[in-house]
């Protein structure tokens, strides 16, 4: 069995051909779906709700009194909210992709700056009709989710910085107001995965009928397909630029989070997040095939306590040698977690890889 399957993922890596013959594949878990939901989306979910309701009351508190200790509870919540969206981010097919949800939550990476070009105009103009309920929901999604948040809070927004300046009142309003769609897209997508809703409950039992998941290995291929995009998104997306080549090319700003100083943690529990839903799918293999989920899970972990050893602040730590090979060992280990999940654990699976939503970008 431990020479087909090396044959098979050595065959799969030269010809791009990811689909095991049905026949030697595996078979997943006959609750695959109700694994994956309840053990681990469906709470992950709950969480992001949460910490976006909690996080929008934060700053109703916060606006009309701006004092220290109502800024502390805007920062805890703040980061509570980023690392609850760094648990579900990965999950990007179903509900996330509908109606551009991913995009309203993170627009991320912006080279072309649109977020703080656009929140600036935003400020000084104080539309009202961009405070009503719902106002945002309209408006570009560069101005919807967490990286306009974090500008408002932590850039040039001043929110927390300076709320004495003359255009506070204008960016608290449209920070809260922010929160306020977070909260309301939050709640979407949280209903969305619901046990009685359409796609949540064609998730959890599909069956021939069904016109999105006709088999538990179609949920499988969704969920492997989940992991390989999220890992391939955490090392070519969230680190490669930031590295370069070689320690003297290093971009801390080209980071996700850097403002609010939330990048490693972010990374961190991104990776956990995924280690956690490979846990949850309880994927059985033969008597010889046990490494392939022990080193898939040891690998997130040990990437996951890497980057976590990253001194603070990032935009010094990067650039420091210490900072710098913790950066790059996290990456290398993001990529043989990579092949382990496309040449390993989804060829075991009979699993089709295939494109993903980096493709092409």
């Avoid at 609750?31 to 949460?50: F, K, S």
């Avoid at 930031?242 to 971009?251: F, H, Q």
Wanted: hydrophobic letters at 50%.
């Amino acid at each position: 069995m431990r020479v087909s399957r090396c044959l098979v993922a050595i065959a799969l890596s030269a010809t791009g051909a990811a689909a095991l013959p049905t026949a030697y594949a595996a078979p997943v878990p006959a609750d695959l779906g109700q694994r994956l939901a309840t053990g681990y989306i469906a709470p992950a979910m709950q969480r992001w709700v949460n910490t976006t309701a909690a996080l929008h009351t934060a700053l109703t508190r916060y606006c009309p009194a701006p004092q220290p200790a109502e800024a502390s509870a805007v920062k805890a919540a703040f980061g509570e909210t980023v690392q609850a969206w760094s648990g579900i981010a990965f999950l990007r097919f179903g509900p996330l992709v509908a109606d551009n949800r991913h995009e309203r939550i993170a627009f991320w990476p912006d080279p072309r700056n649109i977020v703080p070009r656009q929140l600036g105009t935003m400020v000084r103009a104080a539309d009202a009709a961009d405070l009503a309920p719902g106002g945002l929901y309209g408006r570009s999604v560069a101005v919807q989710g967490l990286p306009a948040l974090e500008w408002l809070l932590y850039g040039d927004g001043d929110v927390l910085a300076a709320p004495s300046a003359p255009t506070f009142a204008a960016a608290c309003a449209l920070s809260t107001a922010v929160a306020a769609n977070l909260a309301r897209i939050a709640t979407d997508l949280s209903g969305a995965w619901a046990p009685e809703a359409d796609f949540g409950k064609q998730f959890r039992a599909p069956s021939p009928q069904s016109t999105l998941y006709r088999s538990q290995q179609e949920v499988a291929a969704e969920g492997l397909k989940a992991l390989s995009t999220g890992l391939q998104f955490a090392r070519d997306v969230q680190l490669a630029p930031v590295l370069g080549k070689e320690m003297a090319e290093v971009r801390p700003k080209r980071a996700a989070f850097w403002r609010s100083d939330l990048t490693t943690t972010a990374l961190a529990a991104n990776l956990i997040a995924m280690r956690e839903f490979l846990a949850a799918a309880g994927f059985r293999y033969g008597a010889g095939e046990a490494w392939i989920g022990e080193q898939t899970q040891a690998e997130l972990t040990r990437a996951a306590g890497s980057v976590s050893t990253v001194a603070h602040p990032f935009e010094t730590a990067a650039a420091s040698e210490d900072g710098y090979r913790l950066l790059t060992l996290t990456a290398l280990t993001l990529k043989n977690a990579k092949q382990l999940v496309d040449q390993d654990l989804a060829a075991y699976f009979g699993v089709t890889i295939g494109f993903n939503a980096l493709d092409g970008d």
